[in-house]
C-alpha cells in the first residue's frame, strides 16, 4: 500500500525532556574549636605513721640480756651495759619504747582537666557571618 498515490502521510512527533544537575553554594558552614581549662577538687584520704620514742630509766640488775618485745603497737628495745664490780653483772640500764600511732586525713588535690568547645557559624552565600552556634561538649554533637 505505500505506492499508493493517495495515501495520507501523518507526521508522528514525539517530544523528549532531558534533566541536567548544578551544584549551587546556598550557604558555607565555620566550624572551631577552643580548648577551656577546667578546675577539679578530687578528694584523697592520706594516712601518715609517725613514731613516738620515749627513753624509760630501769637500772636494774639482769642475769640475761633481755629480747627485744612488740606488744600491740610499742616495740620495747632492751639497752644493757655491763658494769664491773668484784663479779661481772648486768644491769638494764633503760628501755627505748617505739609506739606507732596512725593518723588519717582527708585532703582536696587541685587538678586541672581540659574540654573542647565547638563553635559552628552558618555563613551566607558571599561568606559573610551569620547565626553562630556554640556547643560546650562533644557529647552534643555525637550525632554528626
Do not use: C
Not at 87 to 101: F, G, N
Not at 113 to 142: A, C, F, I, W, Y
Amino acid at each position: 500500500m505505500p505506492d499508493e498515490p493517495n495515501a495520507d502521510i501523518i507526521p508522528v512527533v514525539e517530544e523528549t525532556i532531558s534533566l541536567s544537575k548544578q551544584a549551587v553554594i546556598t550557604g558555607r558552614v565555620r566550624v572551631s574549636t577552643q580548648t577551656e581549662t577546667v578546675e577539679h577538687r578530687l578528694p584523697a584520704d592520706l594516712s601518715s605513721t609517725e613514731v613516738e620514742v620515749v627513753r624509760v630509766p630501769v637500772n636494774r640488775r639482769i642475769d640475761a640480756v633481755p629480747e627485744v618485745t612488740t606488744r600491740d603497737d610499742l616495740t620495747i628495745i632492751p639497752v644493757v651495759e655491763e658494769r664491773l664490780v668484784v663479779t661481772r653483772e648486768l644491769y638494764l640500764r633503760e628501755e627505748v619504747h617505739i609506739r606507732r600511732v596512725e593518723r588519717h586525713e582527708t585532703v582536696e588535690i587541685p587538678a586541672e582537666t581540659r574540654r573542647q568547645v565547638v563553635r559552628v557559624e552558618h555563613l551566607s552565600e558571599s561568606g559573610q557571618g551569620g547565626d553562630p552556634t556554640q556547643s560546650n561538649s562533644k557529647e552534643d554533637h555525637d550525632d554528626l
